[in-house]
């Protein structure tokens, strides 16, 4: 690759990412992602204590109509756990990542043990 067509490929870059960040939290099941999106972005996550994120779920955080306004589309993705006993559920952030501009890895505070670790060499 050539300096001028890195330059290009940069410039296409920063101009999708003025448009439109994809902000996904991923992490180990029961980490709170849930909870830290619902108190982060004042959105309802539909979190309960008995039940576990199940399925990707995409929130728009604000919605412009407009792509020539130069508002900055943010959506948000919680993503279930990647340690979920499931494998099909589990296996979510591998196969559904690659939508994502920014990762956040929501981590059970004191450690990093493998689980977390596997999350990060997963989004890698």
């Known amino acids: ?3 001028y067509q890195i330059a290009g490929l940069l410039h296409h870059m920063r101009h999708h990412l003025k448009q439109n960040i994809v902000l996904s939290f991923v992490g180990v099941h029961n980490s709170g992602k ?3 999106i ?3 972005f ?3 996550t539909m979190i309960s204590a008995l039940r576990r994120t199940e399925v990707v779920t995409l929130y728009r955080i604000n919605n412009s109509s407009n792509t020539y306004d130069h508002d900055l589309l943010l959506d948000v993705v919680d993503f279930p756990g990647a340690t979920d006993e499931r494998p099909e559920i ?3 952030t591998e196969t559904m990542g690659s939508v994502s501009t920014i990762f956040v890895c929501i981590f059970t505070a004191g450690h990093i043990a493998q689980p977390e670790k596997t999350i990060m060499e997963t989004i890698q």
């Open 42 to 44: 004042g959105i309802d």
């Open 34 to 36: 849930s909870s830290f």
């Open 38 to 40: 619902k108190k982060l």
């Open 1 to 3: 690759i050539k300096r």
């Open 90 to 92: 589990a296996r979510l």
